[in-house]
T-cell receptor, first 109, second 113 residues
């Protein structure tokens, strides 16, 4: 069935480093992907999205890369800050919004 | 501009009881989706409402039902509560257009004793 998964459940980085969070998806028919950030006690917060007709999209300090050939999605965070500590989910839109399990990003000063 | 608001923030119930959770969408949004998020897991899609009708449904039993009102707000009802229904229930809203990002509320934490 449809599923979205992340490669690593946790990622620890130092403040100022660049972070890369990966995601593999299984439904080749999906044409829209979203990265969400979820802080403790809060709902998921939209970070950036990308459509299948693109392979890269940049936002403020974040870049999403889409490789449709291997069905892989990544989120790059430049100059990671302590405030970036959270759980990050990739999600794909199939019949509904389908989330993976998430990667917990921990940023130490 | 208020975002998605949910009430209550926390709720404690016992097995067999019924619960109603409420959601007001972001201004300008007409579509509401509900998700269940178990501890340590990603949100799981329950159903989506648009024009006061359930449009899509995930793999949840009929004990989970909903409603959307003319002002686009929505309710999630769960009957015959089970211990396994303990979770964070998230509401997300969007404008009815293909592939628009959903905006989430902070959820209702439901605990079943």
């Amino acid at each position: 069935g449809e599923s979205v998964g992340l490669h690593l459940p946790t990622l620890s980085v130092q403040e100022g480093d660049n972070s890369i969070i990966n995601c593999a998806y299984s439904n080749s028919a999906s044409d829209y992907f979203i990265w969400y950030k979820q802080e403790s006690g809060k709902g998921p917060q939209f970070i950036i999205d990308i459509r299948s007709n693109m392979d890269k999209r940049q936002g403020q300090r974040v870049t999403v890369l889409l490789n449709k050939t291997v069905k892989h999605l990544s989120l790059q965070i430049a100059a990671t800050q302590p405030g970036d500590s959270a759980v990050y989910f990739c999600a794909e839109i199939g019949t509904a919004l389908i989330f993976g399990k998430g990667t917990t990003l921990s940023v130490s000063s | 501009d208020a975002g998605v608001t949910q009430s209550p923030t926390h709720l404690i119930k016992t097995r067999g009881q019924q619960v109603t959770l409420r959601c007001s969408p972001k201004s300008g949004h007409d579509t509401v989706s509900w998700y269940q998020q178990a501890l340590g897991q990603g949100p799981q899609f329950i159903f989506q409402y648009y024009e006061e009708e359930e449009r899509q449904r995930g793999n949840f039993p009929d004990r989970f039902s909903g409603h959307q009102f003319p002002n686009y707000s929505s309710e999630l009802n769960v009957n015959a509560l089970l211990l396994g229904d303990s979770a964070l229930y998230l509401c997300a809203s969007s404008a009815m257009a293909i592939n628009q990002p959903q905006h989430f509320g902070d959820g209702t934490r439901l605990s079943i004793l």
